[in-house]
């Protein structure tokens, strides 16, 4: 498992289309991606946890994944994240 934290850049924060983007982006992966959020864990894979954590711009996350293409999985969504989420 690794993980790597980062920071919502986004002016919205994860609403729907950057969401989206997360999603469409875990979802090429095997691996389980979760992230953690003020102590909860939402399931990258789905759009309704994701908008479910409430993310807001400037909060830190930290991007979970475990499976045999974890480290790649984790550099895709923390650039995914880093370059602002299609925003």
């Excluded at 939402?42 to 499976?67: H, R």
């Amino acid at each position: 498992m690794v993980s790597q934290k980062v920071v919502i850049k986004n002016p919205t924060g994860l609403h729907l289309r950057p969401a989206g983007i997360l999603c469409k982006e875990a979802m090429q992966f095997k691996s389980l991606i979760t992230f953690s959020y003020w102590g909860n864990t939402a399931n990258a894979k789905s759009v309704l946890s994701v908008l479910g954590a409430c993310v807001k711009c400037g909060d830190e996350i930290e991007i979970n994944c475990d499976g045999e293409d974890e480290e790649e999985a984790l550099k895709a969504l923390v650039e995914a994240v880093e370059s602002g989420l299609g925003e």
